[in-house]
């Protein structure tokens, strides 16, 4: 590298691990933000030689990547953000602290997706899904396919491992000539009703779905999801045994799955890697509690709530919302969720934006507490399973309560 970036990347690992001792984070944002300042190519220079993986999508980038990752670690040591900071700051800190790696698998915000593809002339991306999200300052989800659409069609090279049961994403992803298709399915589809390519219904039946007005319709996948396993193209199955909770979590694994291949990983080697994540910056972490077994699970929109309660237990659970800049600042998402799910057990509600949260619980029939601390959430729950979902940075303060105590 250039002797510029030589000392960008020596700033950037140093400013990245006082921060992490002064107790101010782990440092995957300002290790990068102050790289950048010093050299504004520092990005470009660290993924020169690397055979890079990109993931992004509305939901599951964390998770996917890390599984990604984890099959990846067959080829050689992988370079990751794995702490979900997916912004061209938080890419240059995880391959400045890397140091020399032969692969990289980098989450990516959507919205940066076309910077990161030019900054860092990736082999492949993953694209996993688009549905609404932080509205009051998110593009709306087609004018975000299109922007997926446009970058793709500029770099023809890289290969697509994309998810057949998303039309957004499908619209997006045919213009490449190198598409893998991957099944996931896809509960939450309120915001795929009508065709991006000619404003025309689309229809769904049997796991299938097509335009009404045009040639659009899913295509035939090469990986998907039977069982408790995942098909590959040849058609094998492979059992999937995650640590993970959730069908949805099936569905990263076979992105995983997808992604790995495309650098010559075989299911075979890759599946047993999968099953060594426990827990993804935080989520799905279970910690012990005066006799409660609280186990964390982050949702951030519609469509992850959605899974999130698909994951949780039938047993008492914390909803915890924000709306704080990380998280968006406007609540009207709560109307979009169907909170049917949590009849019929405990339900406590907490956060700075707990009331808005009522309303809406109200709304839906649903009995609830107001509660103001975890403390008084813990007195209020028999021993055993405790369940909290919680937004961005509601997810964050309860788990640094949890590690302050533990």
């Known amino acids: 590298m250039p002797l510029r970036a030589k000392v960008a990347t020596s700033v950037s690992k140093t400013a990245a691990a006082l921060s992490r001792a002064a107790g101010r984070g ?19 220079h660290l993924a020169a030689g690397r055979a890079i993986a990109l993931v992004s999508g509305t939901n599951g980038k964390t998770t996917t990547t890390r599984l ?14 794995s702490f979900g900071a997916n912004m061209p700051s938080g890419h240059t800190s995880a391959l ?26 990736p082999r492949v991306i993953a694209l996993l899904n688009l549905s609404r999200d932080q509205l009051d300052r998110a593009k709306e989800v087609a004018m975000m396919a299109a922007l997926w659409r446009d970058t793709l069609v500029k770099n023809p090279e890289i290969r697509i491992v994309a998810n057949a049961d998303d039309p957004m994403v499908v619209w997006a ?30 229809e769904r039946a049997n796991g299938d779905w097509w335009c009404t007005g045009c040639w659009l319709r899913r295509p035939r996948p090469q990986w998907q999801v039977e069982d408790e396993g995942v ?16 069908r949805v979590n099936l569905g990263n694994a076979a992105t995983a799955l997808a992604v790995a ?13 999968l099953a060594t994540v426990t827990s993804v910056a935080g989520r799905y972490a279970q910690v012990d509690r005066d006799g409660r077994n609280v186990r964390l699970l982050l949702a951030k929109n519609p469509a992850s709530w959605l899974e999130a309660f698909d994951m949780a237990e039938q047993a008492p659970t914390l909803l915890s919302v924000n709306a704080r800049d990380p998280d968006g600042l406007d609540t ?16 406590l509600i907490t956060g700075d934006r707990a ?8 709304v839906n029939g649903i009995p609830f507490r107001h509660v103001y601390s975890f403390d008084e959430v813990i007195r209020a729950v028999p021993p055993g399973r405790l369940e909290v979902i919680a937004n961005y940075t509601a997810f964050q303060d309860i788990r640094a309560e949890l590690d302050r105590v533990n």
């Open 173 to 202: 992803a045919t213009g490449s000539q190198h598409v893998t298709w991957f099944s996931a399915g896809q509960r939450w589809s309120d915001d795929s009703q009508v065709c991006p390519q000619s404003g025309h219904p689309i």
């Open 231 to 246: 098909i590959d193209p040849r058609g094998d199955w492979h059992l999937v045994k995650l640590q993970l909770p959730g």
């Open 355 to 362: 009331y808005d949260l009522a309303v809406r619980l109200e």
């Open 261 to 273: 291949a495309e650098f010559g990983v075989r299911p075979i080697e890759a599946v047993p890697r």
């Open 68 to 81: 990604t990752a984890a099959a990846m670690q067959t080829l050689g040591r992988v370079a990751s953000n």
């Open 96 to 121: 400045a602290k890397a140091g020399s790696t032969p692969f990289a698998v980098l989450e990516v915000d959507e919205h940066y997706l076309p910077q990161v593809v030019e900054e860092t002339t």
């Open 26 to 44: 782990d440092g995957s944002v300002i290790g990068g933000w102050i790289g950048l300042k010093i050299d504004p190519e520092l990005l470009s």
């Open 332 to 347: 009207s998402w709560l109307w979009d969720v169907d909170f049917s799910p949590l009849y019929n057990r405990p339900v």
